[in-house]
C-alpha cells in the first residue's frame, strides 16, 4: 500500500552507531521545536522538544540542537538500535497554536 | 500510549459520498486537531478545536468540517468526497495550546490514524 516514506530522503546506518538527522525550518519567529517519531502504520510519538532560548537538550540516548543563526534543528539518537527504525519528522511552532511539520527523514538500522 | 481513538481504521468509499471520521479521548485534553498526511507532504493540520464547540481552520480546510459536542469526541466530515481527499488522517490531542505555555507539557498525543480511499 501506499507508504509515508516513499520519496524521504533515507539515513541508513549500522546498529550502534551514533545517528544525526537534520532539519532545516523556515520561520525565523518559530521559537519552540518538537521532534517526532513514526514507525510503520502508526501515529507519530514525541521523543524531545526544545524552545528557542536553549541551543541544546538532552533526553534518553537522544539530543536536539538548535542553531537559530542557520535555522537548522537536528536529533542525534546515539547507539542506534534496530527498534529506532522510523521516519523522524520535527515541527515548529511560531508562536500560534498549531504546529508546521517537516516532511520527514526515514532512519533505516541495520544489525 | 495516551487514550485516543479513531474509527473507522480504514474505509474506501466513493467520490461525492460523505465520510465522517471519529476521534475519540479518554484523557480529558483540551485540545484536539485533525491532520492529514500525503508523501512529499507531512503532516498538514486540516481543523482543530480548543473546547467544545470552538473549532478554528489549519492549514488545508476546505472540504472540511468538524464537529466537536462534547470534550472526548472530535468528527471530521467531508461532505462530499474526492480522489484528493485520499489520505492518512490522523487525530491529535494536547493539554495545552503551544503558543504561551509553559515549558514542559506541549505534547501533541496522535492517535493510531485512519487511511481514506476515494476511488
Same mark, same amino acid.
Given at each position: ?111 | 500510549?495516551?487514550? @485516543?481513538?479513531? %474509527?473507522?481504521?480504514? #474505509?474506501? &468509499?466513493?467520490? *461525492? ?28 493540520? @486540516?481543523?482543530? %478545536?480548543?473546547?467544545? #464547540?470552538? &473549532?478554528?481552520? *489549519? ?40 503558543? *504561551? ?19
Amino acid at each position: 500500500g501506499e507508504s509515508v516514506g516513499l520519496h524521504l530522503p533515507t539515513l541508513s546506518v549500522q546498529e550502534g552507531d551514533n545517528s544525526i538527522i537534520n532539519c532545516a525550518y523556515s520561520n525565523s519567529a518559530s521559537d519552540y521545536f518538537i521532534w517526532y517519531k513514526q514507525e510503520s502504520g502508526k501515529g507519530p510519538q514525541f521523543i524531545i522538544d526544545i524552545r528557542s532560548n536553549m541551543d541544546k537538550r538532552q533526553g534518553q540516548r537522544v539530543t536536539v540542537l538548535l542553531n537559530k543563526t542557520v535555522k537548522h534543528l537536528s536529533l542525534q539518537i546515539a547507539a542506534t538500535q534496530p527498534g529506532d527504525s522510523a521516519v523522524y519528522f520535527c515541527a515548529e511552532n511560531a508562536g500560534y497554536s498549531t504546529l508546521t511539520f517537516g516532511k520527514g527523514t526515514m532512519l533505516l538500522v541495520s544489525p | 500510549d495516551a487514550g @485516543i481513538t479513531q %474509527s473507522p481504521r480504514h #474505509k474506501v &468509499t466513493e467520490t *461525492g459520498t460523505p465520510v465522517t471520521l471519529r476521534c475519540h479521548q479518554t484523557e480529558n485534553h483540551r485540545y484536539m486537531y485533525w491532520y492529514r498526511q500525503d508523501p512529499g507532504h507531512g503532516l498538514r493540520l @486540516i481543523h482543530y %478545536s480548543y473546547g467544545v #464547540k470552538d &473549532t478554528d481552520k *489549519g492549514e488545508v480546510s476546505d472540504g472540511y468540517s468538524v464537529s466537536r459536542s462534547k470534550t472526548e469526541d472530535f468528527l471530521l466530515t467531508l461532505e462530499s468526497a474526492t480522489s484528493s481527499q485520499t489520505s492518512v488522517y490522523f487525530c491529535a490531542i494536547s493539554e495545552q495550546l503551544l503558543a *504561551g505555555g509553559p515549558s514542559g507539557n506541549n505534547e501533541q498525543f496522535f492517535g493510531p490514524g485512519t487511511r481514506l480511499t476515494v476511488l
